[in-house]
């Protein structure tokens, strides 16, 4: 087996509640996985276990074989890089002066800037269509080019595995496809991606494989036409859908009506 | 970058500045004549004997410790705000101040000399006893959360402002003057045994800063922003607090509290070089140490004979800066 991510029985519990329980997941070089699960389901806890921001509670993760608990911080930010839902910034940093912050790891702490730095950094605009953008200060971006600005500083990393969570969030639509088209063309050549999403359309669209999130179970696993089911839906969501397909793609379209004050599914 | 050699001719000039002016006039010529005299250097020709004594025994000492002191608050202010995310953090946020003055108080009530070690040894001591109560009290589930420490810091440090108002009402008048010009801080205690003192503490200090600034950018993610980029945030704030309190420990225990160079320099030093602290930390050191010289060169000459306390001067040029800063900047997000 190739993998380059594997979670073994991982279990996680915050203040003695359980968040995840028993979770086997396994991701390829140059796959995207998307996961999917409502709120509170364990996404965001899973990615910070994947990422080394928490350790688990039972189980193991590895990166290429080696378990993430045990690499240490530099190496694994080498290898490994992760984008939360909000990130913020303390002091107004220039869109390149931040994405050179992904050159850390790379660096010794006093080590000289190189030129595989600067080109490293290059590409990272370059790839996020930022280079115009470089000189400009973080605060007189709109939303999507501050994401898109993160997104450049996890690639200055130059990882192998990129974990996002939610890169949609806030984000209107021609951003949306713009980012996720992005992120595929990266895939492509060769980035493995693990992405948590909300909404199941894009979900569907953009990902090789889905695995679906049940109060902090993997519930299910596999090609989005497998895993997105109406009936998965209904059972995880408790909310009716429609899916729509053809021979290239499908929509799942919620099925909600108007009753009395409430809007609920029937 | 052109800012530093500016701020590098521009600390030399407020040193030379700093032991040229002062009530017995000494022309920068003839005080030069008497440090390279002092250093072995040079012929000595005639030199004025009182002037040789002003010159090395009170000038020069004060202007460098002045310098030192100066590059630590500056460097500590910077820190702090790199730790806190935020520019308004100073070197004093975790009572680093109130408990300096809390000890120095009690020992200035208590009479205790220690061989003139009194003074710089309860205000160290009372500094470093007041952050590491404050770290201790501000952890939440066994780690440092800033919310805690700031809070801690708060409530302690007006513990320690009652004790030092309960000491100065029972000291007696010229013990009442010397507490009140120690809390407004000053460097007319300097001298050549306290600076050879300080000078390791200063300059070690300043290099392990130095060797971090990388760590302290990927701080300016926040904590899991850190943790991705491979910091560990935990064991640098533990540090850089440690180290913050040795540094600042040491510059208030010889000059009391003086305030506004740690909260202004790295402030304006960023508006300048920005916030990479690769560039900012040097700057801040520079600037601190250029900004603390001159204030006391006013400080001494202003009102002569009669001096001063610094800290009036720092907070007479800090405060309405800060307040501009406040008013012109930014709406949303920098501050």
Request: glycine share 10%.
């Amino acid at each position: 087996m190739n993998d380059n991510i594997a979670i073994e029985s991982l279990s996680f519990a915050y203040n003695g509640q359980r968040v995840l329980r028993d979770i086997d997941l396994e991701v390829k070089p140059g796959e995207l996985l998307a996961l999917i699960g409502p709120n509170g389901s364990g996404k965001t806890t899973l990615l910070r276990q994947i990422s080394g921001a928490l350790r688990p509670a039972r189980g193991a993760v590895y990166l290429d074989g080696q378990e993430v608990a045990r690499l240490k911080p530099a190496e694994l930010a080498r290898r490994l890089a992760a984008l939360e839902q909000e990130q913020s910034v303390g002091f107004d940093y220039t869109v390149r002066e931040l994405v050179s912050l992904g050159r850390i790891p790379h660096r010794g702490r006093l080590s000289r800037w190189r030129p595989e730095d600067e080109s490293a950094v290059e590409r990272a605009l370059k790839s996020t269509g930022l280079q115009e953008l470089a000189r400009r200060s973080l605060q007189q971006l709109s939303g999507g080019e501050r994401r898109r600005v993160f997104l450049a500083m996890a690639l200055a990393q130059e990882p192998q595995v990129l974990l996002l969570d939610e890169p949609t969030a806030h984000l209107d639509l021609k951003y949306q496809l713009e980012l996720l088209g992005l992120v595929r063309g990266l895939v492509a050549r060769g980035l493995t991606v693990i992405a948590a999403f909300h909404d199941l359309n894009l979900a569907a669209r953009y990902s090789d494989r889905v695995a679906a999130l049940s109060r902090g179970r993997l519930v299910a696993l596999g090609s989005p036409r497998d895993v997105l089911t109406a009936d998965l839906i209904e059972s995880v969501w408790e909310v009716q859908v429609q899916v729509l397909e053809d021979q290239e793609s499908f929509w799942i379209i919620p099925r909600a009506r108007y009753s009395g004050r409430l809007l609920v599914s029937s | 970058m052109v800012i530093f050699p500016t701020l590098a001719v521009g600390l030399l000039a407020s040193l030379a500045v700093g032991v040229a002016v002062g009530p017995v006039a000494i022309s920068p010529g003839e005080s030069l004549r008497i440090i390279l005299a002092q250093l072995g250097l040079g012929g000595v020709g005639a030199l004025d004997a009182a002037h040789r004594l002003i010159i090395t025994q009170i000038r020069l000492p004060r202007a460098l410790t002045g310098a030192l002191i100066g590059l630590i608050l500056g460097l500590s202010g910077t820190v702090m705000q790199g730790i806190f995310r935020n520019p308004l953090a100073s070197p004093y946020l975790l009572g680093i101040a109130s408990g300096a003055s809390a000890g120095a108080a009690l020992v200035i009530v208590l009479h205790w000399q220690l061989g003139g070690m009194g003074l710089p040894l309860g205000a160290f001591l009372g500094s470093t006893l007041a952050v590491i109560s404050v770290y201790r009290l501000g952890m939440r589930a066994g780690r440092t959360s800033p919310y805690g420490l700031i809070l801690a810091g708060i409530a302690l440090g007006a513990l320690f402002s009652a004790l030092t108002s309960f000491l100065i009402t029972l000291s007696s008048g010229t013990q009442l003057r010397e507490i009140v010009f120690w809390l407004m801080g000053g460097l007319g205690r300097s001298n050549w045994h306290y600076l050879r003192l300080l000078t390791p503490v200063a300059l070690g200090g300043a290099a392990l800063v130095f060797a971090l600034s990388r760590d302290l950018n990927a701080l300016a993610l926040g904590e899991t922003g850190a943790r991705h980029l491979g910091i560990e945030p935990e064991q640098l704030r533990r540090f850089l607090l440690a180290l913050v309190t040795l540094l600042t420990g040491a510059a208030v225990a010889i000059s009391g509290t003086i305030g506004f160079v740690g909260l202004i320099t790295p402030h304006a030093l960023r508006l300048i070089v920005g916030p990479d602290h690769r560039l900012l930390l040097p700057a801040t050191a520079l600037a601190g140490a250029a900004f603390l010289v001159l204030s006391d060169t006013l400080a001494r000459t202003l009102l002569s004979p009669v001096e001063l306390p610094v800290g009036i001067i720092t907070a007479f040029v800090g405060a309405p800066f800060f307040l501009y800063l406040l008013v012109s900047s930014r709406p949303e997000g920098s501050i």
